[in-house]
């Protein structure tokens, strides 16, 4: 009976007049296969359809030359307009005359019973005597060869010219067993032509299932979903090349894991060595920036750029590229071969060298700098780098200079094309010591790739002394004075930075540029004083003021360092050979206003001082206190800076007595009370009264504890 029925469907199939449109292989790929009951299939067209098209699907097995016509055949034929590419059409046996259509076009037959052992599916055009295969299917592998099929056997071959893995797909490569239902598991599916045959046709990126009819009832909604295709491992075929300067481009090849979906993009970053630039080689495609950017196109497993040693005509040691994986598109993993190496053979066989011109050269010290100079012969169309490195002898430190400057012991040297000569300058500065003569060796260490180091590597510099008989300058110069809480006298910059005053006891004008000054006398050169005579010099018996403000570029006469406000600390004045102590002072704690210095100038006597004099001599004078007589005790003494003020006046308590200060009040000379604020700066010792707003005018400060008041006077001038 089934091979009735079978005739009856062929006879009306042979006379079902097809499309005349020419398919080519692929032009369809089956994307699912159920072959339990109910058999089902969806296939998806990968070139547009033109109306009416009608292609076969048989599971009729291919005799070598023929169709082994005993089983079933479908015909689907395609709606009467154009059907794009990409579209995807489901066909499903529900026991009607005609298979049902999930999707576009409509059926003449059916495809109802698929062996166990293992069956297939076919796609044609044309007639059944003579088709021309597009797409085919298999739950298990494809029979070897084609001549000699009987009905028993369910497996057939794969007709030309049908290629597996790329318009036909197989479930399975194994000889015993099949599988029964499978579907394309990639989701969402956005075909493009027919460059997707290889991804669609491999098993690798299919779902099968060999559960009763678990196939249909689970495909994937192709047009929706999130299914992407695994990852692909990217990495060189090989770890190195090898190409000539001059000479043929090598192609550096990569290979994928899997084929991709979707295109990928790799970026290949390119490391020259030393000496190496993008002129010595051309890629193709060509560096951007150092990097090579390479589109992966969709389906395919490999992907190469190719790379060239130019000729540059002079002689070098091989050359050496890394290209390395760099950025990666989404779909690629780096694989462990992330790099391989292309050394370029140099065919040039004349080497430059480079020497100095001399092996010892003088200098004498302070005496002004003298050129070394370096030698390339023969000159070449080249660019060279050169790096000098120096050694310093015994003593050595900062007794020189070059240009350009040293860093890390080194300075590098660049020629430019053709050119033969380099070279640097050094320069040396005046200790003032009495001293062996120094050296400083200069040797070539690392040259560019292409250029060699010549037989004069090294140059000895020697460094004559020039200081025969010191002469320490020690003039009548002294620390007279100094402020660590400066509030009442601005620089020329009108910051109140802490100052130091030097006093001339000399006869005669002192320069004192070159001298030393520092607050820590194990480092007697801390800050030594720059020759602007106009700003350094002090005439007999006249005073300098030096701002402590850490702020040499405010000018000569600013140092590089403060006073300690709650410490104090020591100060130490050198001459400029920088061992000769002229003066030192060390200073206590000082309270804001107040400063330390000797009385009378010059004097060994140094004291604190309640009126600061800046520029002019010193004063021990102390504000006026007044008792009033009759009160217990007469040791709660108080004074008041500056006597005359300006704007703010301050109260100190200089005697020591414990008792506490209950209120400080401002009084005129009637007696009537100014309501004004008193700010308590250090408790129970230090006050400070903001008088600013007041006329100018004599004042009493009144002092009141439990069992005393005093009371002061003081003058305020606006």
Request: glycine share 8%; hydrophobic share 35%.
């Amino acid at each position: 009976m089934r091979n009735f029925i079978t005739v009856i469907l062929l006879t009306s199939v042979s006379i079902f007049k097809l499309s005349s449109q020419i398919l080519p292989p692929g032009a369809v790929a089956f994307i699912g296969f159920q072959s339990d009951q109910p058999i089902s299939f969806a296939f998806v067209n990968l070139v547009d359809l033109e109306p009416n098209t009608s292609i076969s699907f048989t599971d009729n097995k291919w005799g070598f030359d023929h169709l082994v016509t005993s089983e079933q055949t479908v015909v689907w034929t395609s709606p009467d307009t154009l059907l794009p590419t990409g579209t995807i059409v489901q066909l499903q046996d529900n026991g009607s005359e005609n298979m049902q259509v999930i999707g576009a076009g409509t059926t003449i037959g059916r495809l109802y019973i698929m062996g166990g052992q293992g069956d297939q599916i076919l796609a044609y055009t044309g007639l059944e005597t003579d088709p021309s295969f597009i797409a085919g299917i298999s739950n298990s592998n494809w029979q070897e060869t084609c001549d000699s099929l009987t009905f028993f056997q369910f497996r057939t071959c794969l007709p030309e010219p049908l290629e597996n893995g790329v318009t036909a797909v197989s479930f399975t490569n194994s000889q015993s067993f099949n599988v029964d239902n499978g579907y394309f598991s990639i989701t969402p599916f956005q075909a493009t032509g027919l460059d997707m045959l290889t991804i669609i046709n491999n098993v690798n990126y299919w779902f099968m299932d060999n559960a009763g009819a678990g196939g249909f009832s689970n495909w994937p909604d192709w047009e929706e979903g999130s299914t992407q295709p695994f990852p692909s491992v990217i990495e060189f075929s090989q770890d190195s090349y090898s190409i000539l300067e001059g000479g043929s481009q090598a192609t550096i090849t990569l290979n994928l894991s899997a084929t991709q979906f979707t295109p990928q993009t790799v970026v290949i970053n390119a490391i020259g060595f030393p000496g190496i630039t993008s002129t010595d080689y051309s890629t193709v495609p060509g560096l951007n920036n150092g990097n090579i950017t390479l589109d992966i196109p969709a389906n395919t497993t490999e992907i190469s750029f190719s790379v060239q040693g130019l000729l540059d005509g002079f002689g070098e040691l091989d050359e050496n590229i890394t290209f390395t994986i760099g950025a990666l598109s989404g779909g690629l993993i780096a694989g462990s071969q992330d790099n391989t190496q292309v050394t370029i053979i140099n065919t040039d066989q004349i080497f430059s060298q480079i020497n100095f011109d001399a092996d010892t050269l003088y200098i004498t010290e302070g005496a002004g700098p003298i050129d070394i100079n370096l030698n390339i012969t023969p000159t070449v169309a080249a660019s060279y780098i050169s790096v000098i490195t120096a050694f310093n002898g015994p003593s050595v430190q900062t007794d020189y200079f070059t240009t350009p400057a040293l860093g890390n012991s080194q300075l590098l040297l660049q020629s430019t094309i053709n050119q033969g000569t380099l070279s640097f300058s050094l320069n040396t500065f005046n200790d003032f010591l009495i001293e062996a003569d120094e050296v400083v060796r200069f040797t070539i260490t690392t040259v560019s790739t292409g250029l060699q180091i010549g037989t004069t590597s090294s140059v000895v510099v020697i460094i004559l002394d020039n200081d025969n008989a010191p002469t320490v300058y020690t003039p009548e110069l002294f620390l007279n004075e100094l402020c660590s809480v400066n509030n009442s006298y601005p620089d020329p910059n009108q910051q109140y930075d802490d100052w130091i005053e030097l006093y001339n006891a000399d006869t005669s004008t002192v320069n004192f540029a070159g001298f030393k000054i520092t607050n820590n006398l194990s480092n007697p050169a801390l800050f030594t004083f720059p020759s602007v005579s106009s700003q350094t010099t002090i005439e007999p018996g006249s005073f300098k003021v030096l701002w402590a403000d850490q702020n040499t570029t405010q000018g000569p006469l600013h140092l590089n360092f403060t006073l300690s406000e709650t410490n104090g600390g020591t100060i130490g004045l050198f001459a400029q050979d920088g061992e000769t102590l002229l003066d030192q002072i060390t200073y206590p704690p000082l309270l804001p206003g107040t400063t330390y210095g000797r009385y009378l100038d010059g004097n060994s006597n140094w004291k604190l001082l309640f009126y600061p004099t800046p520029g002019a001599p010193n004063s021990d004078s102390i504000p006026e206190v007044g008792l009033n007589p009759g009160i217990e005790g007469n040791d709660g003494l108080f004074s008041v800076f500056p006597n005359p003020t300006t704007d703010i006046i301050q109260v100190l308590k200089v005697g020591s007595s414990t008792e506490q200060v209950t209120s400080i009040q401002l009084f005129d000379l009637h007696g009537k009370a100014i309501s004004i604020d008193v700010e308590m700066i250090k408790p129970n010792k230090f006050w400070s009264i903001d008088c600013s707003t007041l006329p100018s005018g004599v004042y009493m400060i009144g002092i009141n504890s439990a069992k005393k008041h005093s009371s002061i006077k003081f003058l305020l001038q606006q």
